[in-house]
């Protein structure tokens, strides 16, 4: 790596170094987005999310569309089970504490029961694709900003 030394007034620094081809560096668009979001009160940041927010997408959807429409994918087919599994624990709840025998109550909610425990095995599963997809989206993304 190359140095160039500054000279102070009249006599040469030879503890300052700096690098050549500094002064020609831009901050990336990304950069300043994330700087100005880091320095922002709750308000200002819930208004700067969706300039953030577009900008990540446009860089992820630069690097790889397929990678990037696959995990947005993945993560909707996610909340879509959250979304059944809670539904599911709520027709379990409407079961369990209807009118009549305790025995007979928990035989009629079993198979509200097996979807709960079915979605939340697939939200698992499904979380575990987004983390595999977000594994090598997220190098490549970092490579190209």
């Given at each position: 790596?190359r140095f160039r ?110 979807l709960v425990m ?19 989206l997220a190098p ?6």
């Open positions: 790596m030394r500054r000279a102070a007034a009249g006599s040469p620094d030879r503890s300052a170094p700096t690098l050549i081809g500094v002064d020609d560096l831009t901050t990336p668009k990304w950069a300043k987005v994330m700087e100005e979001v880091g320095g922002s009160s709750a308000a200002q940041l819930f208004r700067g999310a969706p300039a953030a927010l577009r900008v990540l997408v446009s860089l992820a959807w630069r690097t790889s569309p397929r990678l990037t429409l696959l995990a947005a994918a993945v993560e909707l087919i996610a909340g879509c089970a959250t979304a059944f599994g809670l539904l599911a624990t709520a027709q379990v709840l409407t079961q369990l504490l209807e009118q009549g025998p305790t025995p007979q109550r928990v035989l009629a909610a079993l198979p509200a029961l097996a079915g979605s939340y095995a697939a939200r698992g599963l499904l979380d575990s694709a987004v983390g595999a997809v977000q594994a090598v490549r993304v970092e490579q190209r900003a």
